[in-house]
């Protein structure tokens, strides 16, 4: 791999890196939106001579991109959603340069990530010609923020053994992976005027004691769990002048890798089951409308391997670690794939307006991308036991919504 590895390496270009990074995050691209940023990474990949598939999710004017390389089936994806959150200002969205720091929305979930792996493909088709090329795939989706639609639609149609996800994980090395659960509450109450709380029931002060009385609980303890929870909305009556009679609250879980939705759902229901107790006239429903397992794949694997053998060689200390968040990896893991989550950035400042990455990391995670893609041909040894199980892959019940 050496020889090869090192015409990549010298192929790889910060200048132009940079730039496409910038002139992505200028294009402003929320879940649903994508088309523009697609159109310029369509012209981009073509211009540099790879036939680009639009892959269709949903309708016409949302698509994935697709490009491959190689001879062969790719046996390795590298994966970027190329969808943000919606912009929290509309004149400040765009890319902005502070010394080696670039600010702006999606620079760091997961634009950064795209970029260093668009950069790493244009290195790796010019300094690579024929026989020399890995088998391997660049897949740019849309709607990971969203319902992670990009990626159904991908799953459905293709199959690839390994998958690098561009993730902001401060170029950790993520093979593990925490699930996720959606649990939703309402509370019902009685309509009164304002002024007249006694003639009524408050739904959202029976909602606050729920939420404490769950809070409460050992398995919600954050010095003592490892379950990661927050509340991330509680709305009711729009009206003024009366006491709500609706109150709805939704509750994100982010869970171990070894920890199965089901019993944390069987968890919740239980001690909401005895709030009842503390508050008077309790009329609660409880739902569950998303669950994807964690997964941990270990470190002992041919990924793993390469990260060992190219750390050192750009003086970056190889950590491993668990991605904390959700993301398209969940549905690759269940769809029979084995994801890596990888890239630059930071996800404590991804979604806010303090999102930056540092380009110093995205030139790195464009070397290292570059190295994995080199071994892609050795990942042709997954059990047929795992790739056998793509025809059995369920949309709906591995749906992904994906909230970071």
């Not at 940079?18 to 879940?31: A, F, T």
């Not at 523009?36 to 990949?45: A, G, S």
């Not at 690839?160 to 401060?170: C, S």
């Not at 107790?277 to 002992?300: E, I, K, M």
């Amino acid at each position: 791999m050496s020889g090869r590895l090192d015409d990549v390496m010298a192929a790889i270009d910060p200048a132009r890196l940079k730039g496409i990074l910038c002139e992505m995050v200028d294009i402003y691209s929320p879940s649903g939106k994508e088309e523009d940023i697609q159109l310029y990474l369509e012209d981009l990949l073509s211009r540099a001579g790879f036939t680009v598939e639009r892959q269709e999710v949903e309708e016409e004017e949302r698509y994935n991109l697709r490009v491959t390389m190689g001879e062969d089936e790719p046996r390795l994806y590298l994966v970027g959603h190329v969808d943000t959150v919606p912009a929290w200002d509309l004149e400040e969205f765009g890319a902005r340069e502070e010394g080696e720091i670039i600010h702006g929305l999606g620079s760091s979930d997961m634009k950064g990530g795209c970029a260093a792996m668009i950069e790493a493909w244009l290195a790796l088709s010019e300094a690579l010609k024929g026989a020399r090329r890995p088998s391997i795939g660049l897949l740019l989706v849309v709607g990971e923020e969203e319902n992670g639609d990009g990626s159904s639609a991908f799953l459905e149609q293709c199959r690839a053994p390994w998958a690098v996800i561009g993730e902001p994980t401060g170029l950790c090395a993520c093979f593990a992976h925490y699930g996720y659960l959606e649990a939703g509450f309402v509370t019902h109450g009685l309509k009164s005027h304002s002024s007249l709380p006694e003639l009524g029931h408050n739904a959202v002060e029976s909602m606050l004691r729920v939420l404490l009385h769950l809070g409460k609980d050992p398995l919600f303890d954050r010095d003592k769990t490892d379950i990661v929870y927050s509340i991330r909305e509680m709305r009711s009556s729009q009206k003024g002048f009366v006491v709500p009679d609706r109150c709805e609250a939704w509750i994100d879980l982010h869970l171990p890798p070894a920890l199965d939705p089901a019993s944390v759902q069987h968890s919740i229901r239980r001690i909401v089951s005895a709030a009842g107790r503390h508050v008077p006239g309790l009329d609660l429903t409880v739902a569950f409308d998303f669950a994807s397992a964690g997964y941990n794949l270990g470190t002992n694997n041919p990924l793993a391997r390469v990260l060992e053998e190219i750390y050192p060689r750009l003086g970056i200390p190889l950590k491993f670690d668990a991605f904390r968040s959700h993301s398209d990896g969940n549905l690759f893991f269940a769809a029979g794939c084995r994801p890596l989550i990888l890239g630059p950035g930071a996800l404590e400042i991804s979604h806010t307006p303090e999102e930056q990455v540092d380009f110093n990391e995205v030139l790195a995670a464009a070397r290292i991308y570059a190295a994995l893609c080199l071994r892609g041909d050795q990942f042709a040894s997954l059990s047929a036991e795992r790739c056998g199980s793509w025809a059995s892959f369920d949309r709906q019940a591995c749906w992904v919504g994906c909230r970071e």
